[in-house]
């Protein structure tokens, strides 16, 4: 049975360049390099440096450098705003802090952004991956009434492909 995520995987264009980001501007301590000229599970030819950041309680977050690889690029039939990586932060105090300190750095951040559970920021790394601080405002109320229609919601897109009102009072302004 699965335990927890042992860590999830991106490309990036520099190596040495998103350890230096992630530390100075997520604080991510750099726990693990591992560089290869092979693949290990296919033994094909590529060089690669695979880095490992510790995001907090066990979660890890690697990179890929692949220099012999054509250029990094994005999945063009997705929405930008759909693929991210959502961290939790402790506070709203802890999450404009994070704002303030990106702004300062030059980085643009959008939000906060009010989803009713949580409240979030978003900005890209220098590779192009949209990130996401979250920081939750929800309460055990709210998540039992979700969870009591978890099902009915998945079960009516799934047969109309439309967005099911079950829980329209996490957007409609009359949620408790």
């Known amino acids: 049975m699965i335990q927890h995520i042992h860590h999830v995987a991106y490309r990036c264009k520099d190596a040495y360049a998103t350890v230096k980001w ?3 501007h997520l604080g991510m301590n750099f726990v693990l390099a591992i560089a290869e000229n092979e693949v290990p599970s296919t033994k094909a030819p590529d060089p690669y440096m695979h880095v490992f950041l510790d995001a907090g309680q066990g979660n890890v977050l690697a990179f890929f450098e692949l220099p012999s690889q054509p250029p990094m ?21 802890e999450l404009l802090a ?8 030059g980085i643009e951040v959008i939000g906060p952004t009010n989803h009713t559970l949580f409240k979030s ?21 709210m998540h039992s009434k979700l969870d009591a229609v978890k099902w009915a919601m998945l079960e009516e897109w799934r047969d109309t492909r439309r967005a099911p009102t079950h829980a329209a009072w996490m957007h409609d302004g009359s949620h408790p």
């Open 121 to 141: 920021i978003y900005f890209f790394d220098p590779n192009g991956h949209r990130l996401e601080l979250a920081c939750d405002t929800s309460t055990p109320e």
């Open 73 to 93: 690029d994005r999945d063009h039939n997705t929405p930008d705003w759909v693929q991210h990586i959502a961290f939790k932060v402790g506070s709203m105090d």
């Open 98 to 105: 994070a704002k303030e300190r990106l702004v300062k750095a």
């Open 22 to 24: 992630y530390e100075q």
